[in-house]
């Protein structure tokens, strides 16, 4: 059964960086698209960002493009989010799950196309 747990956050300064690592268990990730998702207090939950099992596809929300940026090392069984020019308005628990979606709705990042989610990691930006 797979599990993943994200790690990495923290608290920054505004325009600070961050790298969120989603670390997986019980299966080869290999076989895993993953996304990445954030809530912060008093909002609903949004996609963030998502791999493909290879890393060759790739999708970012609006708000953080040109600032993220997703990987992977299948080796490591890791997925990593790296977030540069961070604002406060990033400031949210961050969830990694896996994608049970159809291959026709790849690349999406609505979290109902996902599953396993992880218990999330804090990220704290302050101004």
């Known amino acids: 059964q797979l599990q993943l747990v994200e790690s990495g956050g923290g608290l920054v300064h505004s325009g600070g960086s961050l790298q969120l690592s989603c670390v997986a268990s019980g299966y080869p990730l290999d076989y895993v698209s993953i996304g990445w998702f954030r809530q912060a207090p008093g909002k609903e939950r949004e996609g963030v960002s998502c791999i493909s099992m290879s890393g060759r596809s790739t999708d970012y929300a609006d708000s953080v493009k040109g600032r993220f940026s997703v990987s992977r090392d299948n080796a490591k069984n890791t997925v990593t989010l790296l977030m540069n020019n961070l604002t406060p308005e990033d400031t949210a628990v961050y969830y990694c799950?896996?994608?049970?979606?159809?291959?026709?709705?790849?690349?999406?990042?609505?979290?109902?196309?996902?599953?396993?989610w992880g218990q999330g990691t804090q990220v704290t930006v302050s101004s």
């Open positions: 799950a896996r994608f049970v979606g159809s291959a026709s709705s790849w690349p999406t990042l609505s979290d109902r196309e996902y599953d396993a």
